[in-house]
């Protein structure tokens, strides 16, 4: 049994067990076939919550930091994200934006499930940032579909600076997938990308009730 598998099938009912995350809308993401789940980011937790309740792999990218650790701690920490099926991003790499599209390009390649954030990093005051098109393109590159995803709750199941979860309740909502073929045939590429994300961010807010920021969200120092 892969890394994958053995971990899937421990942590999921043992975290869903502790914390019984309510969860809504998961018929909307399909059993198979590539798909995108792009989903608000609150914490850094996120990309473990979405796994565990999704039945079936959700791929995301993790920092590289975390699979290029020494000793056993570096060990277990390589483990853990690969078995998560999560993949190593160089993010202070200047070509790792465009890698990171490629990698992604992959997986859905393979019918596999690719999660991913549309504001680019974490909201570190609650707010809904602007969209990043790189959903967008990887979604009409590849001619698959987006599921919108909310999550409420996140920030305080491990707020910024905390090195262990807390026991909160948190909601994870899946709303309808959002079908990319032949809808922006005839439609400049650039501008189609806009309005494809401009819709991921509307379904998205209308999952979660977020306020709205103007503009987009920056990467702190430290994140």
């Known amino acids: 049994m892969s890394l ?3 971990l899937h099938a421990v942590v999921p009912p043992v975290a869903k067990a502790i914390w019984r995350p309510r969860v809504e809308g998961l018929e ?4 198979t076939g590539g798909v995108l789940l792009a989903s608000n980011h609150l914490s850094f ?6 796994p565990v309740v999704v039945p079936r792999k959700v791929v995301f990218l993790a920092k590289s930091d975390y699979f290029t650790g020494t000793g056993v701690r570096g060990a277990l920490s390589r483990a853990w994200f690969e078995g998560l099926g999560m993949l190593p991003v160089d993010r202070d790499d ?4 465009l890698g990171s599209l490629d990698t992604a ?10 999660g991913l954030y549309p504001e680019g990093t974490r909201s570190r005051d609650g707010r809904l ?9 990887l979604a009409l590159t590849a001619g698959v579909p987006i599921v919108p995803v909310g999550l409420v709750g996140t920030e305080r199941l491990q707020p910024v600076g905390s090195s262990l979860p807390r026991i909160v309740q948190v909601d994870v909502r ?15 590429s650039g501008k189609a990308r806009r309005v494809l994300t401009d819709e991921v961010m509307d379904a998205i807010a209308g999952l979660t009730g977020q306020e ?12």
């Open 45 to 50: 937790v996120d990309s473990v919550v979405i």
């Open 174 to 188: 899946f709303g309808v997938p959002i079908e990319v073929a032949g809808r922006f045939e005839g439609m400049a």
């Open 94 to 97: 200047p070509r790792a934006a």
């Open 4 to 6: 994958y598998r053995t």
């Open 28 to 31: 909307h993401v399909p059993a």
């Open 129 to 137: 940032y602007r969209g990043r098109t790189g959903v967008a393109h």
């Open 212 to 223: 709205r920021a103007p503009g987009y969200n920056e990467r702190a120092p430290d994140a």
């Open 105 to 114: 390009l992959e997986v859905l390649a393979r019918g596999e499930a690719f």
